[in-house]
């Protein structure tokens, strides 16, 4: 079992930046990739970004030149560190990790982008 638990959500305006993070642990060895996902009101959850143990990193691109994704792996934890936000940012952010095929979710935490 992975256990994920995120942090760094909030409220900031339009234009503003936040940083969140993901905490592993568990049986963490193994994990092949993390990364995030968001669900805002009445949508489907998407994919955000995603980062593989070997570094390779993926972005939607809504959030391309915006976001980035990376990882501490002494610490095994990742983060989403997010510029420029946009109104249409607001969601949930959810964490997730796979290992060995298993898919493991964080309890997600809120963002919100006033405009």
């Not at 993901?22 to 805002?40: D, E, H, K, T, V």
């Amino acid at each position: 079992q992975v256990q994920l638990v995120e942090s760094g959500g909030g409220l900031v305006q339009a234009g503003g930046s936040l940083r969140l993070s993901c905490a592993a642990s568990g049986s963490i060895f193994s994990i092949n990739a993390m990364g995030w996902y968001r669900q805002a009101p009445g949508k489907q959850r998407e994919p955000v970004a995603a980062i593989t143990s070997g570094g390779s990193t993926d972005y939607a691109d809504s959030v391309k030149g915006r976001f980035t994704i990376s990882r501490d792996n002494a610490k095994n934890t990742v983060y989403l560190q997010m510029n420029t936000l946009k109104p249409e940012d607001t969601a949930v952010y959810y964490c997730y990790a796979v290992r060995r095929a298993n898919n493991y979710w964080g309890q997600g935490t809120q963002v919100t982008v006033s405009s």
